[in-house]
């Protein structure tokens, strides 16, 4: 019996809280309890350890061990953590120029693109993981790339998981719609708005019809899995709108918080003033994102706990389609991915004022928002000011 190793220990005042980020679990116990906990899992006779105790500690003792072997907080044997969504990111080249395009995709670049025999060797090794439950393909604009069929098609024969396309589907003609919707299981087309204003500003002249003609084609073809996605300004009507489109043309809507990577971060303020004019244009009202914050989810970073790799188009590894800059860079080897001590820097929060912090794992359940800020203080403390309060309650029941 031994601690579970992806635990994470937060400490405040005299009490720890033992969460895992796996196993959506978390548990707060006493100091002396952790270091009896402790002493307990490294006994070699459990019984005759417990019997050191007083009846009623006994039982309590006993009912919080029961419930942290149940919830796996400690275990026999660690179960290992091995990846189950992969996104392959085929080239930086794309049809588009988006002006917050996080992998910095357009026309006029070098194309920078593996061949085709790197993205079979991939699958190959992707078909040795059993786990994997799905597979994105992305880029730039996946379907420019030249194999971009022979691809797809290849992970069809040789993975037995989902299959999602990302697109900007403003290049499904009728010969690709052809075969696309017998190969994906699902297709993504973002649009970055509820009307032509919006998305026109973001993704360029023409595209808000265009996508709309393909979401009509895809319907008619008979495939129903789709999905608009969009980044959009801060505020609830936009949002409403966005939901209310997707409605009528009945799929899929996702709304994705923007990330600072890319065009993103060079395009930052003309893109923070299209949002700006265009809520102040249709006066639409402002969201305070954190009037409804709710405890995290702890599992829903899937880098902290291991289950992504992205495959960039020049080679490159990396823990999430979020996180592909310099110095972030893993491995990928038989099914589970070796992370750097950047990546594992990023996961601990090391050097920043959230690192000590005991709500730190409940407040970003995206590692990429607190990537984008991290050494913004003024930000970070903007944010802190929001969470903190709300989370110290909800976790450790302070009310001051
Ligand atoms: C990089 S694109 C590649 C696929 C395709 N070209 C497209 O636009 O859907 C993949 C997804 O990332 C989103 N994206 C682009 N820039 C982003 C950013 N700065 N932050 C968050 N998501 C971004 C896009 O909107 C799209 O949904
Ligand atoms: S977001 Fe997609 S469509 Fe837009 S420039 Fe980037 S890769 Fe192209
Ligand atoms: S932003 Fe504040 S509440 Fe959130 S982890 Fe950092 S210090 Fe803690």
């Not at 030249?146 to 797809?152: A, C, E, G, L, P």
């Not at 010969?175 to 994906?184: N, Q």
């Not at 609830?236 to 409605?247: A, G, H, P, R, Y």
């Not at 809507?253 to 265009?278: H, T, W």
Request: hydrophobic share 35%; proline share 2%.
């Amino acid at each position: 019996m031994k601690w579970n190793k992806n635990n994470v220990l937060l400490r405040y005042n005299n009490d720890f809280l033992i969460a895992n980020r796996d196993l959506n679990a978390w548990i707060i116990i006493s100091d002396e309890v952790h270091k009896i906990i402790c002493n307990y899992a490294k006994s070699l006779n459990k019984d005759a350890f417990l019997e050191l105790y007083e009846k009623e500690d006994k039982e309590y003792l006993q009912s919080v061990i029961s419930n942290m072997i149940k919830i796996k907080l400690l275990v026999d044997n660690e179960e290992e953590r091995i990846v189950n969504s992969v996104s392959l990111s085929l080239t930086n080249g794309c049809n588009l120029n988006c002006i917050h395009c996080c992998m910095d995709a357009n026309n006029s670049k070098v194309r920078y693109e593996k061949q085709v025999d790197y993205w079979l060797d991939i699958i190959d090794e992707l078909s040795t993981n059993r786990e994997i439950e799905e597979v994105t393909v992305t880029g730039g604009e996946p379907v420019l790339k030249k194999d971009f069929k022979k691809i797809s098609c290849y992970l069809k024969e040789k993975l037995n998981c989902k299959l999602l396309l990302l697109t900007n589907g403003t290049l499904l003609d009728d010969e690709v719609i052809g075969w696309i919707t017998g190969v994906y299981d699902s297709i993504s087309i973002s649009l970055d708005g509820g009307d032509k204003i919006l998305t026109d500003f973001i993704r360029g002249h023409g595209v808000f019809e265009k996508v709309i003609q393909t979401v009509v084609k895809l319907k008619e073809k008979g495939f129903e899995n789709i999905s608009l996605s969009a980044i959009l300004p801060n505020s609830i009507d936009c949002e409403e709108q966005f939901q209310k489109l997707c409605d009528e043309l009945e799929v899929g809507c996702q709304v994705r918080p923007l990330s600072y990577m890319g065009r993103a971060s060079e395009n930052y303020i003309s893109l923070k003033s299209i949002f700006d004019n265009y809520v102040h244009e249709n006066k639409l009202e402002i969201a305070d994102v954190y009037d409804n914050y709710e405890v995290a989810n702890l599992s829903s970073c899937g880098m902290a706990s291991r289950k992504m790799a992205t495959f960039d188009p020049y080679g490159n590894i990396y823990p999430c389609n979020l996180f592909q800059e310099n110095g972030m860079e893993i491995s990928y080897h038989n099914g589970k991915t070796f992370y750097s001590e950047n990546v594992e820097n990023v996961i601990s929060f090391k050097g920043t004022i959230c690192e000590d912090c005991p709500v730190n794992v409940f407040c970003w359940s995206c590692l990429s928002d607190f990537n984008n800020i991290k050494n913004d203080s003024k930000q970070i403390e903007e944010k802190c000011k929001q969470k903190k309060k709300k989370l110290m309650f909800e976790i450790w029941g302070v009310t001051d």
